[in-house]
C-alpha cells in the first residue's frame, strides 16, 4: 500500500498508509511559532468515515528540518487518535 513516512529533526516519526482516504500534513506559523501536524480521513468500504490523528502539533525551530518519503508501506503506524466521523 502506498504511505508516507515523515522524519522530523533527523528522527522517524510516523509512517502513514490508508487503503481508501486523504493524509494531510500541516505547517503552521501562528504568533510566530512554526509546528507541523499529520492527519487524515479515512473512507471505509461501508461508507463510514474516521478521522484519524498520527501526530500532534511538533514545534519547530529555525534550522529543522522535516522530510516526507512516499513509500510502499506494509503497515501504518499506530494513530494517536481515531475519531468516527457522523454524516
Same mark, same amino acid.
Given at each position: 500500500? #502506498?504511505? %508516507? +513516512?515523515? +522524519? &522530523?529533526?533527523?528522527?522517524?516519526?510516523?509512517?502513514?498508509? #490508508?487503503? @481508501? $482516504?486523504?493524509? !494531510?500534513?500541516?505547517? *503552521?506559523?501562528? @504568533?510566530?511559532?512554526?509546528? !507541523?501536524?499529520? $492527519? $487524515?480521513? *479515512? %473512507?471505509?468500504? @461501508? $461508507? =463510514?468515515?474516521?478521522? &484519524? /490523528?498520527?501526530? *500532534?502539533?511538533? @514545534?519547530?525551530?529555525?534550522? *529543522?528540518?522535516?522530510? !516526507?518519503?512516499?513509500?510502499?508501506? /506494509?503497515?501504518?503506524?499506530?494513530?494517536?487518535? &481515531? =475519531?468516527? !466521523?457522523? #454524516?
Amino acid at each position: 500500500m #502506498l504511505g %508516507f +513516512e515523515l +522524519e &522530523i529533526k533527523g528522527q522517524k516519526i510516523s509512517v502513514e498508509s #490508508l487503503e @481508501n $482516504g486523504s493524509i !494531510v500534513l500541516v505547517a *503552521d506559523i501562528i @504568533n510566530g511559532e512554526a509546528t !507541523v501536524s499529520c $492527519g $487524515g480521513m *479515512d %473512507f471505509k468500504e @461501508n $461508507g =463510514k468515515q474516521e478521522s &484519524i /490523528q498520527w501526530l *500532534d502539533e511538533t @514545534n519547530l525551530k529555525i534550522g *529543522d528540518e522535516f522530510t !516526507v518519503r512516499v513509500k510502499e508501506i /506494509q503497515k501504518s503506524s499506530k494513530p494517536i487518535r &481515531i =475519531k468516527k !466521523v457522523k #454524516l
